[in-house]
């Protein structure tokens, strides 16, 4: 049984080096990790609206299908599990991820996005926004100071494209 476990683990060293060896010798030589410029599905071709518009846009009903480009404001500090989209000068919209599927990079604030997926009208509880100031990295009397749900725009990503 000894002999059967040093074998086994002879094997598999002798196999991981010749592996290791292999990729070495396979990878570029000067490659450089290009930054993504995608997250999740890929976004459609053509033209998308502009964040300005989706207010009205969305006027009236629950939610729509949309493609539509924005700046990104904020980004969760914790895991880049949602950004928030400048809709006007006063508002952004918070935009999650379909299925917590992928994240985004912590430092994409000021950057242009295109989202595809689904913008939802939606009251947000108070323990909600809490919950987003905190992963903002925001004061504990920030936090302590949200006392009303409110009504905003949300918008659930299948893919968002860097520009």
């Given amino acids: 049984m000894k002999l059967l476990f040093i074998l086994l683990m002879t094997s598999f060293c002798i196999w991981q080096s010749h592996s290791n ?3 070495q010798t396979t990878a570029p030589a000067h490659s450089k990790k290009q930054p993504a410029t995608h997250f999740g599905r ?3 071709a053509g033209k998308s609206m502009a964040a300005s518009e989706l207010p009205q846009f969305i006027a009236g009903k ?3 299908q949309v493609k539509v480009s924005g700046v990104v404001q904020q980004v969760c500090q914790v895991k880049g599990c949602w950004m928030d989209v400048k809709l006007t000068d006063n508002t952004r919209m918070k935009v999650r991820f379909r299925n917590y599927g992928f994240f985004v990079p912590k430092n994409l604030n000021g950057k242009k996005v295109v989202l595809e997926g689904t913008a939802h009208q939606e009251v947000i509880s108070v ?3 809490q ?3 905190k ?4 004061s504990a009397a920030e ?3 949200i006392g009303q749900p409110k ?3 949300t918008f659930v990503a299948d893919g968002v494209q860097l520009l």
């Fill in 127 to 129: 323990a909600d926004q």
């Fill in 143 to 145: 936090i302590q100071a």
């Fill in 135 to 138: 992963d903002a990295g925001k």
């Fill in 42 to 44: 890929a976004v459609s």
């Fill in 62 to 64: 629950d939610s729509v």
């Fill in 131 to 133: 919950h987003y100031l």
């Fill in 151 to 153: 009504k905003e725009i």
């Fill in 21 to 23: 060896a292999y990729a």
